[in-house]
């Protein structure tokens, strides 16, 4: 049997809040209640946002709830590494390389000024659709560069389904959903579709368990794992937790921060809250590890 590999990956940009502890467990427990790998990978691709002081403040917060990690971190544990996304520049350059010898890459110049301008009046859901105007007429076709251009990749028009171990089956088209998306912005950051695609290829994640505002971007994903010959991993997208007035958890929140929940709770505290919004356990009481591992639900968590 393939070993069960799940990954938590925080963006560094600010302490920690319970929303993400309580995403943190659940990936924690369903991986290590079956025998499995438990990798922290640091998202550190944004460098105005990311701090290292940040970093380690995420790792001692993992440490003081006792959430452990097999791989990975700052120091970069395993054979797998860097862990750190700001270090593995190398590997998205081959990625990108190999997209764009499919001949399904191409140059985009457009600015979201731009692209906002083709939205139809009754796309008003928030989604930016790009409408293809930097594509070329024949595609595939060779890659040609152009300074301070955007990378986009070319999806067609047709349906990618795929089951979520918690929301069901789930059929999105791309080419309605998003459009051509961008694998690599003209500034030369790197899109956080293509990295987490390789990143999760290459450290042999099989199970990735993330927020739900994250579930249609896994279409995305599974598309480029596609393209670059990679076995998508089993996604599990659990719902956001939202403070009191029903608004999704920021770092903002500084009442459900770790930060706060430090100074007046004990880590058992932290892991009941995490544990009975997530319905493991039926009332809010402190709760240990080893007591939820052994948990029934974790072992096929549903919602």
């Not at 979201?112 to 070329?136: F, M, N, W």
């Not at 596609?226 to 659990?238: D, M």
């Not at 719902?239 to 459900?256: F, H, T, Y």
């Amino acid at each position: 049997m393939k070993e069960i590999v799940g990954r938590f990956a925080p963006s560094p940009s600010g302490r920690m809040h319970l929303g993400n502890i309580y995403t943190a467990l659940l990936s924690w427990l369903s991986v290590k209640s079956r025998g499995g790998k438990w990798i922290l990978r640091i998202e550190d691709l944004d460098p105005q946002r990311s701090k290292m002081e940040y970093a380690r403040q995420i790792e001692d917060d993992l440490h003081w709830l006792g959430l452990e990690w097999d791989e990975g971190g700052i120091d970069g544990i395993g054979s797998n590494g860097p862990y750190l996304q700001s270090q593995r520049h190398n590997l998205y350059e081959e990625a990108l390389a190999k997209l764009k010898a499919s001949g399904l890459c191409y140059p985009c110049t457009c600015t979201r000024a731009d692209i906002l301008a083709t939205q139809a009046p009754h796309e008003s859901d928030g989604r930016v659709v790009y409408k293809g105007t930097c594509r070329p007429s024949m595609l595939p076709s060779p890659y040609i560069e152009r300074p301070k251009a955007a990378v986009r990749i070319y999806v067609p028009d047709e349906e990618i389904t795929f089951t979520d171990r918690i929301k069901g089956t789930q059929t999105v088209n791309l080419a309605l959903h998003c459009g051509d998306f961008i694998v690599r912005r003209g500034d030369g950051a790197w899109s956080y579709q293509l990295a987490v695609v390789v990143d999760d290829a290459l450290m042999g994640v099989t199970e990735v368990m993330r927020g739900d505002d994250l579930l249609l971007s896994a279409a995305q994903q599974i598309y480029l794992y596609r393209l670059l010959g990679y076995t998508p991993p089993e996604f599990a997208h659990v719902p956001l937790v939202c403070n009191e007035a029903g608004i999704r958890l920021s770092k903002r929140d500084k009442s459900l921060s770790m930060e706060y929940l430090r100074a007046n709770h004990t880590p058992e505290d932290v892991l009941g809250m995490a544990a009975h919004r997530a319905a493991l356990i039926p009332t809010l009481h402190p709760v240990s590890l080893s007591e939820l591992i052994n948990n029934e639900k974790i072992m096929h968590y549903e919602l």
